[in-house]
């Protein structure tokens, strides 16, 4: 290849002290410009390019799961209710959607959804639906929320019921594997406390969390199950 | 004696009229309504079965002919003049009608694409992003409150309800019908509608 001739510089005396200001009349200088332009135009398309591709298929999926989980992951009471992801805690979600896929929590419409989705699209997912906070749906009985306010923050000492508030914090907010309940949907906690062991903790070779409310599911009667679900699901 | 007969009698005659009379107004009624949606309110293509449908549902889609905000042109050319006159009360009696009428299946869709139809329906497509229809209407496609029951309507109605979601139509309804419509072919809009036809 023939080197190219150093450039001439023009202008006045006081222009060539200065460097690096050259004029675009130099046609190698208009040919390399433009070579360096268009080299940069499609390292950017390209790359666009594959940030598009996964950032498509995160927000299509997002779509997905808001198609029966509300347009804000507020929940939605289908014949079933479908849960509130909004504000819920990342790590719970992540274990959640592994429990499908191992067969710890049963529930085979979201054994299929949780098979198709990759890791990184799990993460993504919690990520953006811990970032979510509309308001409660609400629908609770109101005339139960006060006794249900009492076991969650007191608990039932005389039949060995910690205070929901312990594990799952003053605001039910959760933490880590503790699942936010604040907002929830009150018929997804009734059938959830109401079937925590035909629902949870189904995989004797993969044991987990699940196990330490087992217990208290089973102590709580029907209508105090209805008052502390009704007392949650009006948390902001 | 001979009195108290007659006064009987005429009381007898007047209870006759009386109920033949408020017996007839409400078949009136329920007439109006059947001359298009087929006799036993199973349908009559294009209009759709009402016998079994969410008392709720019908309930809500005649206040929104009424108000004419479910806009469709079938709910503009026959719905909105139909439901004009119909106040709450009357919606709320013609829907607990008609959902006490047995549901009858139309069978009417396409046998081979019911497989298809019935794995949208119950377990969806993950991976098209297609979510279950059975969350929300139930594992016989029953409808549950406003959501409709589809179990059994007519092939062309649910098809064309499908694709007229995202035609800019059904303004009064809220999410999530749109998003969901959205993500489904023409394919598979005519299996979910073969299948439903054919669930009792």
Known sequence: MRALKPLRIEGTPEARLRPAIWKLTDVRLRVGLAALVATLFFVGAVSAQHRIGPSGDIAAKISYCKDCHGVSAQGYNGYFPIPRLA???????QNQLRAFIE????NNIMFNVAHSLSPAMVDALATHFASLHPPPIGGAPRQKVATGRKIFEDGMPEVNIAACAACHGPDA????????????????????????DKERGRNPTVPDASAIMSPVAHSLNRSQIEAVAAFVSTLR | MRNNGASLAIAIVLCCVFFAASAHGENLAVRNCTWCHGGGASGYPPAPALAGQRPLYVEKQLAYFHARTRDNPFARQYMWGAARNIDGESARNLALYFASLPPRAANDGVPNLVGVGRTIYQEGMPEANIVACVVCHGPNAEGIRDIPRLGGLDYSYLKRRLEQWNEGYHAAAGPPMISIASKL?????EALASYLSFVK
């Open chain 1, 87 to 93: 504000g819920q805690q990342p790590v719970y979600l």
């Open chain 1, 103 to 106: 067969h710890r929590r049963t």
């Open chain 1, 173 to 196: 907010t959760g933490s880590g594997q503790i699942p936010r309940l604040a907002g929830q949907l009150y018929p997804y906690l009734i059938k959830t406390l109401n079937n925590w």
């Open chain 2, 185 to 189: 072919s023409g394919d598979q809009i």
